[in-house]
T-cell receptor
Framework: DAGVTQSPTHLIKTRGQHVTLRCSPI?????VSWYQQVLGQGPQFIFQ???????GRGNFPDRFSARQFPNYSSELNVNALLLGDSALYLC?????????????FGPGTRLTVT | AQTVTQSQPEMSVQEAETVTLSCTYD???????LFWYKQPPSRQMILVIR??????QNATENRFSVNFQKAAKSFSLKISDSQLGDAAMYFC???????????FGQGTELSVKP
């Protein structure tokens, strides 16, 4: 089975622009989580979606939004990009929320804001 | 709020030797999970080992084992017979039993010398 996939792999944007990152979970997984990993730091939780509903949100501004589609894939949107948004954005999928099932991570999208 | 601390930014080990990575955490919860993730230069976050807080027995996965001290809120990772492929960033992570988000430490960069 294919693992978690993310697109694009790399992205360069200018301050003030908008970006959309995409994630496809492992087949059968209904929960998707998004994390931001700034260089040299551990990942920080942004959102969790389960069955197309937001089930958790981290301490990020309203410029960050996400959604989950009927096929359980997900998009992360960031508006009015700042230099500080430059990071690796990781998507993780799991079977169910709030249980012992592990989160499986995708390879990430490297976003550079200039 | 839960926190995870990794006090060793960098560690080095000789090939075939044993190394221990440290992690402490803070929580008021009694039921939770702890994880060690490996992130090689390819950026893919890979689950190494998992420990359920209600289990007293330390988890073991081949050459990887943990020393879980619940009262001390300590969760260290021991890598035996280190291999060149073990070189990576290692992240300690915490998850509540009923919550899906992972809380990561700052990471420890492990280098393996031939």
């Amino acid at each position: 089975d294919a693992g978690v996939t993310q697109s694009p792999t790399h992205l360069i944007k200018t301050r003030g622009q908008h970006v959309t990152l995409r994630c496809s979970p492992i087949s059968g997984h209904k929960s998707v989580s998004w994390y931001q990993q700034v260089l040299g730091q551990g990942p920080q939780f942004i959102f969790q979606y389960y069955e197309k509903e937001e089930r958790g949100r981290g301490n990020f501004p309203d410029r960050f939004s996400a959604r989950q589609f009927p096929n359980y894939s997900s998009e992360l949107n960031v508006n009015a990009l700042l230099l500080g948004d430059s990071a690796l954005y990781l998507c993780a999928s799991s079977l169910l929320r709030g249980d012992s099932y592990e989160q499986y991570f995708g390879p990430g999208t490297r976003l550079t804001v200039t | 709020a839960q926190t995870v601390t990794q006090s060793q930014p960098e560690m080095s080990v000789q090939e075939a030797e044993t190394v221990t990575l440290s992690c402490t955490y803070d929580t008021s919860e009694s039921d939770y999970y702890l994880f060690w993730y490996k992130q090689p230069p390819s950026r893919q976050m890979i689950l190494v080992i998992r420990q359920e807080a209600y289990k007293q027995q330390n988890a073991t996965e081949n050459r990887f084992s943990v020393n879980f001290q619940k009262a001390a809120k300590s969760f260290s990772l021991k890598i035996s017979d280190s291999q060149l492929g073990d070189a990576a960033m290692y992240f300690c992570a915490y998850r509540r039993n009923q919550g899906g988000k992972l809380i990561f430490g700052q990471g420890t960069e492990l280098s393996v010398k031939p």
